[in-house]
């Protein structure tokens, strides 16, 4: 008998990526526009306290913070540690320290870089001074870094309106996170299984509930699984949300606003996965909608899923697995 080795699990680079735009109260407001000024604002509370970065509420007793004071761009570093390995995006793309800076005037400490030529030249105590970036659009990285600079605290907080011309009222926050994936040897065969145009699950030996995406191990019983089941192609829609948020597919194709993304019982399966509805109005998804997959170009996972023109599965059939 001939004995097929498991397949050596899958590696890959992956990236989530989501642009985050909100808008700004007026504390925020004034804080990115006076960066924008080479201006930093702080807030002073109830008792006295400055805080830098300013926050619109007391974080000791919930009350309205709007009384602006302006502090020094210089101050000293209560505590830093050092980045041996920029990664992209980060503010310097040399080895740097990232730093807690309590500027002068201020009682709290702003979380930034610090260009210094190695970490035997950061210690606590290092007075400090904002480098400023030579083009300011009102963000956080108004401030290029930090720079050791030999000077005496300076003066402490003074009041400020808050007032500047142009006032920044919203920013995009582009969060990132890239890194290597490993799916492990179950889901490495449900992916080699999708290259095929097949949906492969496993079945627990214990409950035998059939998990897709497959997991490696039960998480209700904790035996591991290694029975593997073709289900679908076909599925029912359990539950679902209308996204209004722009995103775009694994082809890097912009997708249409609103769209829907729904979890979906595969026939056979025994929890519902998610993926997004197409080839119907976002108004017209609802529980119960019988799918199908419409492939990406290259064949190798489900794009989206299409109604199948059947008629509405009955909620006894999927209410267990919503």
């Known amino acids: ?68 004071v302006e502090v020094a761009a210089t101050g000293t570093v209560t505590t830093w540690a050092w980045n041996h390995e920029p990664r992209p995006g980060q503010p310097l793309t040399t080895p740097f320290a990232w730093v807690l800076v309590r500027l002068d005037g201020a009682d709290t400490a702003l979380l930034h870089a610090l260009d210094a030529p190695g970490p035997d030249a950061v ?15 009102g963000a956080i990285t108004d401030i290029a870094c930090f720079e050791p600079h030999d000077s005496g605290p300076a003066p402490g907080p003074q009041a400020h309106d808050g007032l500047f011309d142009a006032p920044v009222t919203g920013i995009v926050a582009a969060a990132r996170l890239d890194y290597t994936y490993s799916p492990g040897r179950a889901q490495t065969r449900y992916l080699h299984a999708l290259a095929e145009r097949r949906t492969v699950g ?73 993926g997004r509805i197409g080839g119907i109005p976002y108004d017209q998804v609802r529980m119960g909608l019988r799918v199908e997959p419409v492939w990406s170009e290259d064949g190798r996972y489900p794009d989206h899923y299409r109604p199948t023109g059947e008629p509405d599965a009955d909620y006894d059939t999927y209410k267990e697995l919503l």
Request: charged letters at 20%; proline letters at 10%; a neutral charge.
């Open 1 to 68: 008998m001939t004995v097929t080795p498991p397949p050596e699990a899958l590696r890959a680079p992956l990236v989530v990526e989501f642009p985050f735009t909100r808008s700004l109260g007026p504390v925020q407001s004034a804080f990115l526009t006076g960066l924008r000024e080479r201006t930093v604002l702080g807030v002073r509370t109830g008792s006295g306290e400055v805080l830098v970065p300013p926050v619109e509420y007391d974080p000791a007793t919930a009350a309205e913070l709007r009384d602006l």
């Open 123 to 137: 210690h606590t105590g290092l007075r400090v001074r904002i480098r400023w970036a030579a083009d300011r659009i």
């Open 202 to 274: 496993e079945r627990c030996p214990s409950c035998t509930k059939v998990y897709v995406p497959p997991r490696g191990a039960c998480p209700t019983c904790g035996v591991a699984t290694t029975d593997q089941v073709e289900v679908g192609p076909r599925g029912t829609v359990t539950t679902y949300c209308i996204v209004n948020i722009k995103a775009r597919n694994a082809g890097n194709d912009a997708i249409e606003v609103p769209y829907v993304y729904a979890h979906i019982a595969l026939d056979g399966a025994g929890l519902a996965l998610h």
